[in-house]
C-alpha cells in the first residue's frame, strides 16, 4: 500500500513524494508578467512538495486576464521562469508549468477593447480581476473553426519556452471554467461545426492540445487538469460521467505524466451527488492526481482506498512552505493569513514560518 512519502515517477517525471502542490495564482507578476525574484524565493521555499504545479500561466495574450498572473509567450517572460526553474531544482525539487487559456473568462481590458474568445457567444457568470478591479463578464465572440489550429500551436510555444526555461514539464489546464473547459461541457459549447455537438465534438480541441503539445515535447513531460464537479461561472454539462470517462478512455492512448482531477472548492469537504472522479479513475490507466480539501489523513486515505496515485494540496502549501514535514511529523498547521492571498507582496506569501528545526 503506498505512503504519501514514497516516491512516484509521473511519465518521465521521477518524484520524492506525493505530496504534490497543487496550482495557484498568487498574482505577484506585475504588469509585465514576468515571474521575478520573489516568485522564485516563494517556490524556493515549497520545493519539499514531490511535484510544484505552477500557478496558470498565460499561453498568449489572447488567453491572459487576470491581474498581476505571469505569462509565458515572450522571452523576458521565459527568462523570467528560468529564475524559478533553477530556484527549485537547486533544492531539489521538480516543478511543471501549467498552461492557461482563459477564453470566456478574460475581459477586453485585457484585450485592447476587443472580446474575448470562447467556443460559443454565452457569458460566464461572475466577474474579471482586471487591472482596476472586478468586472462582469462579458458575452465572449465565438472562435471561428480556422483559429482554433493558432491556439493549439499557442500551447505548443509556450510548452516549448517552459522545456527551455527548465521545467519537467507542463500541465494543460483544462479545468475551472477556462477555454479548454468551456470546449468539453456542453453548457459553454454550443457549436454547429466539429468541435461541438457529440462529446466525440467536444473533446476534440482537448485532445488536439495533449496530441500537439506531447508531441513536442514528450507525453511523459505532459500532465493535464480536469474539474468535472466545479460548477462555478455557470459551467456544467449534461451528462458529466459520459463526458469525462470518454476523455479518460481517449487519454489511455497517451502516456502521460499523469490526470490531475480538482474535486471540490477550496477547504469544501462535502462530496457532490454525482463523483464523476471514481468513473475518472476507473477508466483511466495512468498516474491519477486527485486535489480538494484533502489534509494528510484524506489523502493518504485517498491513497489506501487506491482512489489516487498522488494527492494535490493547495490552500495547505499556501500557509506551511513545509507541507511535507508538516504531515510527516503530524504537527499543527499555520493558518492562512486573509492578506496576500491572491494579490500583494511578501505578506501572507513569502512570510510564513518554518517549523523550528531541533
Ligand atoms: C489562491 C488560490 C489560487 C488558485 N489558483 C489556481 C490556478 O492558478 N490554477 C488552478 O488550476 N487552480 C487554482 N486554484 C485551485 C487550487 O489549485 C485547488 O484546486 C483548490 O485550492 C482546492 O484544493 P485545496 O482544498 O487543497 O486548497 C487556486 C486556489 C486558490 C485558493
Redesign the pocket.
Known sequence: MPSLFDPIVLGDIAVANRIIM?????SRAGASRIPNDLMAEYYAQRAGAGLIIS??TAISPQGYGWSGAPAMYNDEQQEGWKKITRAVHERGGKIVL?L?HMGRVSHPDFQEGQLPVAPSAIAATGSANTPEGKKPYVTPRALETAELPGIVQDYVRAAQRAIAAGFDGVEI?A??GYLLDQFIRSHSNQRNDQYGGSIENRLRLVIEVVEAVGNAIGFGRTGI?LSPNISYNGMGDADPVATYTALMQALNAYDLAYVHV?E????KTEKPEIWVGTAMRDAYQGNFIV????DGASAQDALSQDKADAV?????F?ANPDLVDRIRKNVDMNKTKANG??AGGVEGYTDYPLLRQD
Not at 497543487?22 to 498568487?26: G, I
Not at 471540490?264 to 477547504?267: A, C, D, G, Q
Not at 486535489?291 to 484533502?294: A, P, R, T
Open positions: 497543487a496550482p495557484l495564482t498568487r500557478e496558470a501549467q492557461w489546464h479545468a475551472n487538469r480538482r471540490t472548492l477550496p477547504n486535489n480538494g480539501g484533502y494535490a494540496f493547495g490552500m495547505l499556501i492571498l491572491y
